[in-house]
């Protein structure tokens, strides 16, 4: 079945580390994003990539980075930069022009 | 900028009472609108979704939203909420050329009690 796989689902770190989240598809989706959910502040785009090698930052990229080398592939970097980085991170597609949006299970990241 | 706003962060409801959540956005030109659900531990999940056409979109479960381009509004409706409708509800919109990111609320927890 297609569909979008997000790893781990649940990933502990340590301060100052730095921290990869994956996420994969296999819809042949253009469009990947990024999202992070925090209680009681709905999902913020961290960034989004709309073709492979090309990506752009949304509300609140400071602190994150991500590649798009492959068009099934776009992990998320968490870095130490990141000053709160405990939160629910959600990935999605789509095809260009944005009428079907599929969503990941997600990854709960605590910083310990 | 597009912006989405959903004006009641926590409704409670007793069973078979109506629902209406409110969500308004700003965005000049023509959009996709979107409800979503994210019951408790689970994964997000698209109620309805409205493109064109008839402003009154029918979705899963017995949801609708209707579509007030006058009010940029696209408020969500079910007649009689049961107690499995206890969730956190999300609206979002996007750029009717589909090009640009969903921009979401900040979401609506609804506690249906017994």
């Known amino acids: 079945d297609g569909g979008i796989t997000q790893s781990p689902k649940y990933l502990f770190r340590k301060e100052g580390q730095n921290v990869t989240l994956s996420c994969e598809q296999n819809?042949?989706?253009?469009?990947m994003y990024w999202y992070r959910q925090d209680p009681g502040q709905g999902l913020r785009l961290i960034y989004y990539?709309?073709?492979?090698?090309?990506?752009q930052k949304g509300d609140i990229a400071e602190g994150y980075s991500v590649s798009r080398e492959k068009k099934e592939s776009f992990p998320l970097t968490v870095t130490s930069a990141q000053k709160n980085p405990t939160a629910f991170y959600l990935c999605?597609?789509?095809?260009?022009?944005?009428?079907?949006?599929?969503f990941g299970s997600g990854t709960r990241l605590t910083v310990v | 900028a597009q912006s989405v706003s959903q004006h009641n962060h926590h409704v409670i409801l007793s069973e078979a009472a109506s629902l209406e959540l409110g969500c308004n956005y700003s965005?000049?030109?023509?959009?996709?609108l979107f409800w979503y659900v994210q019951y408790p531990g689970q994964h997000l999940q698209l109620l309805l979704k409205?493109?064109?056409?008839?402003?009154l979109v029918k979705g899963i479960k017995g949801f609708e939203a209707e579509f007030i381009k006058s009010k940029f509004s696209f408020n969500l409706r079910k007649p009689s909420v049961q107690w499995s409708d206890t969730a956190e509800y999300f609206c979002?919109?996007?750029?009717?050329?589909?090009?640009?990111?969903?921009?979401f609320g900040k979401g609506t927890r609804l506690s249906v009690i017994a």
């Open positions: 999605a597609s789509t095809f260009f022009g944005g009428q079907g949006y599929t």
């Open positions: 819809l042949n989706h253009d469009a």
């Open positions: 990539s709309q073709i492979v090698n090309d990506f």
């Open positions: 965005y000049g030109g023509t959009v996709n």
């Open positions: 409205y493109f064109s056409g008839d402003p």
């Open positions: 979002a919109v996007t750029a009717g050329s589909g090009n640009t990111p969903l921009v």
